[in-house]
């Protein structure tokens, strides 16, 4: 039972254009979403994180949107840069669980 | 500061074979973790260690064990490796509140053939 899903495994975003990541969530009582990247070869790194008592959050180049009703967040990349290619992950928690689901991942892939 | 470290990064193993993952932190979390990540699946928790001395099963703990050996070290065996084992494994540590960022190591991708 797939709890974190993002349907898209892959995209290809122009570079300077906007990038959005998508992912579905079944649980609602998730409290907190988190977006990591992944270079080929390399352990994640965190990126972005939002709580579930808000519905945006933003840190440069990087806003994370969440929509509760719609069990939906999205990342948006504003502009895209060829080093923004890589793999993105989701990944949601319950608070006072150490357990972080993740989602399958998108192939995100800038074209020069 | 090297944060996560793990090792080894490649291994092969034959079916039935046996050998630890190892994984140390130098940033005093708290927790750490075990993933592993297969094509088309995500990253699937294995078990964690919210304290010294605690440790907890995960999404797949089937064929694996862990030891919290202290603060800074938490290994993942394997008693009798399968090929369904194959994958690229990832230790991951926090404060203990993982809504702070989770640090991982560079992974440690293994063959059971």
């Known amino acids: 039972d797939q709890q974190v899903k993002q349907n898209s495994p892959s995209l290809s975003v122009q570079e300077g254009r906007i990038s959005i990541l998508n992912c579905d969530y079944t649980?609602?009582?998730?409290?907190?979403f988190l977006w990591y990247k992944k270079y080929p070869a390399e352990g994640p790194t965190f990126l972005i994180s939002i709580s579930s008592i808000k519905d945006k959050n933003e840190d440069g180049r990087f806003t994370v949107f969440l929509n509760k009703s719609a069990k939906h967040l999205s990342l948006h990349i504003v502009p895209s840069q060829p080093g923004d290619s890589a793999v993105y992950f989701c990944?949601?928690?319950?608070?006072?669980?150490?357990?972080?689901?993740f989602g399958t991942g998108t192939r995100l892939t800038i074209i020069p | 500061n090297a944060g996560v470290t793990q090792t080894p990064k490649f291994q092969v193993l034959k079916t039935g074979q046996s050998m630890t993952l190892q994984c140390a932190q130098d940033?005093?979390?708290?927790?750490m973790y075990w993933y592993r990540q297969d094509p088309g699946m995500g990253l699937r928790l294995i078990y964690y260690?919210?304290?010294?001395?605690?440790?907890d099963k995960g999404e797949v703990p089937n064929g694996y064990n862990v030891s919290r050996l202290n603060k800074r070290e938490f290994s993942l065996r394997l008693e009798s490796a399968a090929p369904s084992q194959t994958s690229v494994y990832f230790c991951a540590s926090t404060q203990g509140r993982i809504k702070t960022q989770a640090f991982f190591g560079q992974g440690t991708r293994l063959t059971v053939v």
């Open positions: 940033m005093n979390h708290n927790s």
């Open positions: 649980n609602s009582m998730f409290d907190y």
């Open positions: 260690s919210a304290s010294e001395g605690t440790t």
């Open positions: 990944a949601a928690l319950f608070f006072g669980n150490e357990k972080l689901t």
